[in-house]
């Protein structure tokens, strides 16, 4: 969730300063993979429903303390997938991974708080993106996003069968969401289409989520201005239809995640809170069989609201609310997991649910984490290759409450009438100083990347780190 929405919605990720010590930066060049600048330059402070302060961010890094791998290698825990590895030593926060259709390319992107700025009187953050061509054995070089000077967060990657990229992300809630492309894997880029300009409805926008058809021809990003919104293209993203409101009531929405059936409809997830994140969060699907032109909204279950998290630097309450994947297998049957819970307060349960008609009937709750004392986070849904397979991907503390952190995958080949048993992803007990051997000190993110290749091999990426207001770094694994 891309900037908390408290009583005045202030700034989710605003960095407090240490009561450490600072740990050297890391100062290696990058090379901006386009430099479009808007020339006029950066916005006032954003004003909606009350006001945000601007982003702080600390500067401060692990870089010395972080072991970088280049190659992958096998794991000695994680049966069938790599060895867990760390994208730089950077403050890199809440990444996401993406797969060029039938091909070893992939690509990932994550948010990064210091180090090189992506030009002279660019803030911090920035979006930084590396591409795989041998399957994620071994990255490239880090490049930025399109360059505007505003602070950037949440990016959203896709890749059309033609090798295609669709980018969105957020230039601060205003400008908001942005868009472009790419037609030669991030050499270029087209220049930046604003989804929420100053005169438009809204003027404002936080959290993009991106879904493509194959070709690229179809496009939709969902996104919220405390309503949930959708803005859809036909023409392969050179141009949006008017945003579409969906909701018509005074809560917060987010959408958490998208997916489009072989049938060409469309969903998105979404969880919706109060503006203070008090009392009941509800978990729906917004629906579209038109081309994005209507949404119908399917209400699938509701948390009571979520645990607090004082314990961590710089957490606030609504961090672990409720969140959610959905995925479509080829045969166009919906699964859906997402993290709730029953009685306020207490930890958030892990459950999954499937759909064999379009959402309109749904299966009970399978509870498929790790218990009634564990707090689950970061729920993602992955399909295929074959109909009937799915995988879940989270963030849990079953191996140390609240301080032992790991992330976990658990896979179905049946729709989920049988699970095999999760795998932990996060295997290594050192190489950053938030890891331990049972885990690390905090889920470094709302969100995290997870894709699953034609031939089956699993790319997760996701954030660790030693609490809320980080340091932290961005990691990686693949494997089947």
């Known amino acids: 969730m891309s900037f908390a929405s408290t009583g005045n919605r202030s700034l989710r990720r605003a960095v407090l300063l240490l009561a450490f010590s600072a740990a050297a930066i890391a100062a290696y060049a990058l090379t901006p993979w386009s430099a479009h600048k808007n020339p006029g330059g950066r916005s006032d402070p954003l004003e909606h429903e009350g006001k945000r302060p601007e982003k702080v961010y600390t500067g401060l ?40 259709p039938n091909s070893s390319i992939v690509y990932q992107l994550t948010t990064r708080y210091n180090g090189t700025k992506a030009c002279t009187g660019c803030p911090f953050p920035v979006i930084v993106i590396r591409r795989s061509i041998d399957g994620g054995n071994t990255w490239q070089a880090d490049h930025f996003i399109p360059t505007t000077k505003y602070q950037k967060n949440d990016p959203e990657l896709q890749v059309a069968t033609d090798g295609t990229l669709y980018l969105a992300w957020m230039d601060e809630y205003k400008p908001g969401i942005r868009f472009a492309k790419s037609s030669d894997g991030g050499s270029t ?24 058809s194959p070709s690229g021809q179809d496009v939709y990003i969902g996104f919220n201005a405390s309503d949930a919104y959708v803005a859809s293209s036909h023409n392969y993203g050179a141009s949006f239809g008017p945003n579409v409101k969906v909701n018509n009531d005074t809560r917060y929405w987010f959408h ?42 399917i209400r699938v279950d509701t948390s009571k609201q979520m645990p607090d998290c004082a314990w961590a630097a710089g957490c606030t309450l ?12 080829s045969a166009g049957k919906i699964m859906i997991a997402y993290n709730a819970n029953n009685s306020p307060g207490t930890p958030m349960q892990l459950y999954a649910r499937t759909s064999s008609n379009g959402g309109a009937l749904w299966s009970a709750r399978m509870s498929i984490g790790g218990g009634g004392t564990v707090n689950h986070h970061s729920v993602q849904v992955v399909s295929g290759p074959a109909a009937g397979e799915y995988a879940v991907v989270w963030q849990d503390d079953r191996m140390g409450a609240n301080v032992a952190w790991n992330v976990w995958l658990r896979h179905t080949a049946d729709s989920g009438t049988n699970w095999a048993a999760p795998v932990r992803l996060s295997d290594l007990g050192s190489g ?9 000190g905090f889920p470094y993110g709302d969100y995290l990347g997870a894709a699953r290749d034609a ?25 089947r």
Request: aromatic residues 14%; hydrophobic residues 35%.
């Open 432 to 440: 950053a100083p938030y890891k331990t051997a049972n885990g690390y």
């Open 189 to 212: 880029w087209t220049a930046p289409l604003s989804l929420t300009p100053i005169k438009g409805t809204p003027n404002w926008g936080d959290k993009p989520l991106l879904v493509i």
């Open 61 to 100: 890094s692990y870089a010395k303390q972080t072991k970088v791998v280049g190659q992958a290698s096998a794991s000695a825990t994680a049966t069938g997938f790599d060895s867990e590895r760390v994208w730089s030593g950077n403050d890199d926060w809440e990444p996401t991974v993406a797969l060029q």
């Open 455 to 479: 031939v089956g091999t699993y790319h997760v990426a996701w954030g660790e780190g030693i609490s809320y207001t980080g340091p932290g770094g961005t990691w990686y694994t693949k494997g």
């Open 318 to 329: 609504g961090f672990f609310g409720t969140m959610a994947g959905i995925a479509v297998d």
């Open 256 to 297: 958490t995640a998208g997916a489009m059936a072989p049938n060409g409809d469309v969903y998105f997830i979404t969880s919706d809170f109060s503006q203070d994140y008090t009392g009941d969060a509800n978990i729906s699907v917004l629906k579209s069989s038109n081309g994005g032109s209507s949404w119908s909204i």
